[in-house]
Structures are given as structure tokens and as C-alpha cells.
């Protein structure tokens, strides 16, 4: 398990108790919290120092479907025909030839190899899942933090007031 000082990403975003966040204001859907740090944006905040947190997370999977061997060899074939696309422009760039026959080639090959995996994919789940989904995370409601030295800012921005002067360590 990675501790918080072996994450990369700790040197940019920090810890939450390491750094004195404030709610600056709760709303219930992440639109309005994402508008109200734009406000912050464009007034001139240094949003940096906001985060948005969602609380009273929930996972929610919307079933889209059934799912069929030949659903999933089609779908397996349209990945197929991407992979087929960039590997058609990789030796169109990397050994020039007849333009319409290498692309055709690539192409089929990869919705080929796609449908192939795809259709193996599905008959290894042995009917444990012949359905497709959409998986998605919701919140109950969404707080827009903003670290404690600048929470004044940040609420006279939000409020349509000028950014005021402040002599900040940043």
C-alpha cells in the first residue's frame, strides 16, 4: 500500500489533514460546484487552493442491456478496427506502400482479432454476466473546500466582489 509521502501525486494535490480546509458552501449536484469554482476562476482566485468533495458516495450501475456471444464479438470488433487504425497509420508511416491495401488489411485484422477476444471474453464469464452496464459514482452532495488562509477571498470572490489585495506566501 502506497503511504501518502511515496505518492507522486501527494507533491501536487496535499493530504486534506495536512492542509486546513474550510467549506466555503455545500451544494447538492458536482454542476454547481464546478460553476462556483469557475466563478472563483474567473474573478481570479487562485483556485488551486479549492477542492471539491464529494460526501455520501454511492456506486450506481445502470444496466444498459443484454449481452449476447455475438453483442460481444461486435463490440469486440469495433475495438478491433481502431487498433486496426492505428497500427494501419504506424506502417503507413513507418513503411510507405499502396495506401488502400495496407489500411484494408489493418482494418480487418484488427476487427478480426477483436471479434475473436471479444466473443472469448464473454464465453469465459459462463453466463455470470450477460448483461452490459454503465458504472458510475454519485454523491449526495458536494463541498467546495478552500484551504483557510484564503476562505475570506474565496467568499467575497464568490459573491461577485472584486478579488481583494492580499499579501499572500504562495
Known amino acids: 500500500m502506497?503511504?501518502?509521502?511515496?505518492?507522486?501525486?501527494?507533491?501536487?494535490?496535499?493530504?486534506?489533514?495536512?492542509?486546513?480546509?474550510?467549506?466555503?458552501?455545500?451544494?447538492?449536484?458536482?454542476?454547481?460546484?464546478?460553476?462556483?469554482?469557475?466563478?472563483?476562476?474567473?474573478g481570479g482566485f487562485p483556485v488551486e487552493k479549492t477542492r471539491i468533495v464529494g460526501t455520501g458516495l454511492r456506486s450506481v450501475e445502470q444496466v444498459t442491456g443484454r449481452m449476447t456471444t455475438g453483442k460481444a464479438a461486435g463490440q469486440g470488433?469495433?475495438?478491433?478496427?481502431?487498433?486496426?487504425l492505428m497500427i494501419g497509420i504506424l506502417f503507413l508511416i513507418l513503411a510507405p506502400g499502396n495506401f488502400?491495401?495496407?489500411?484494408?488489411?489493418?482494418?480487418?485484422?484488427?476487427?478480426?482479432?477483436?471479434?475473436?477476444f471479444g466473443a472469448l471474453g464473454h464465453a469465459a464469464t459462463r453466463g455470470r454476466r450477460d448483461f452490459s452496464s454503465v458504472q458510475v459514482m454519485e454523491a449526495e452532495s458536494y463541498d467546495v473546500l478552500v484551504e483557510a488562509s484564503h476562505i475570506n477571498q474565496a467568499a467575497q470572490v464568490a459573491n461577485g466582489q472584486p478579488m481583494p489585495e492580499q499579501d499572500t506566501e504562495a
Open 77 to 84: 470488433a469495433l475495438g478491433g478496427l481502431w487498433f486496426g
Open 2 to 42: 502506497s503511504t501518502p509521502a511515496n505518492n507522486p501525486a501527494s507533491r501536487l494535490v496535499p493530504n486534506t489533514a495536512q492542509v486546513d480546509y474550510r467549506i466555503l458552501k455545500s451544494v447538492a449536484a458536482y454542476e454547481q460546484a464546478q460553476e462556483l469554482v469557475d466563478r472563483l476562476s474567473d
Open 100 to 116: 488502400f491495401l495496407i489500411l484494408l488489411l489493418a482494418l480487418g485484422f484488427g476487427a478480426v482479432w477483436g471479434a475473436i
